[in-house]
């Protein structure tokens, strides 16, 4: 297959990846791209797309298809962050994943990166106010070890929230979800309030 062939079929799996994302919710990259590329009969991963060009794709298909609804629903998820960060204030809290980039799907959660030097105090602020929460595990690499690190699961306003706890000097290092990934975006509250003034 040439070259120019190559790039037609990246861009019609990125395309055919991020309506999946934005009609289904998928907020799985590689599982998006699996059943694009499945609709395309497509079964060479060479002609896969990156994340950013299906970002690129998705951004796209909200202005044509999504515009107003889509604009709707990224100032609410940000309004609640917002209010969450806020009340988690003494664990420097950092806005990230789909909300953040500004990519979140119908079905899209918040997930906040905290810090603090005892994770357990992360479990005790949201028992002392009475809080529901499912607690679990996460992984991250920094660089490329891997770390296990807490998670909470809770609700606000319909809004599914994970709380990933880490320790402060994580929040100096990038963090990725694999060991061969992009750094994951972070934003403070004050960054998170101006993407919200201008949603």
């Known amino acids: 297959m040439n070259e120019r062939a190559r790039n037609d079929t990246r861009a019609r799996i990125a395309h055919l990846a991020a309506r999946i994302m934005a009609e289904d919710g998928v907020e799985d ?3 998006a791209k699996k059943k694009a ?9 060479r002609q896969l797309p990156g994340n950013d060009e299906i970002d690129a ?12 609804d889509h604009r709707a629903q990224l100032a609410e998820l940000r309004e609640i ?10 664990f420097n809290p950092h806005l990230t994943g789909s909300v953040l980039n500004g990519n979140a799907g119908k079905y899209a959660g918040i997930v906040l990166q905290l810090f603090a030097d005892d994770a357990k105090a992360v479990e005790l602020f949201l028992i002392d106010r009475g809080i529901d929460y499912d607690a679990a595990q996460t992984s991250l690499y920094s660089g490329d070890t891997r770390i296990t ?10 809004a599914e929230i994970e709380l990933v706890v880490l320790s ?17 975006e972070r934003a403070k509250l004050a960054a998170v309030e101006m993407l919200l003034s201008q949603t």
């Open 29 to 31: 990259y590689g599982l």
């Open 81 to 90: 962050a917002v209010r969450v960060m806020t009340e988690l204030d003494a």
């Open 57 to 68: 794709a998705l951004r796209a298909y909200r202005d044509i298809y999504q515009a107003n």
């Open 37 to 45: 590329a499945r609709q395309a009969g497509v079964a060479d991963a």
């Open 149 to 158: 690190v807490p998670l909470y699961r809770l609700n606000e306003d319909g």
């Open 168 to 184: 402060p000097r994580e929040a100096r290092s990038p963090l990725k979800t694999s060991p061969s990934g992009r750094a994951i």
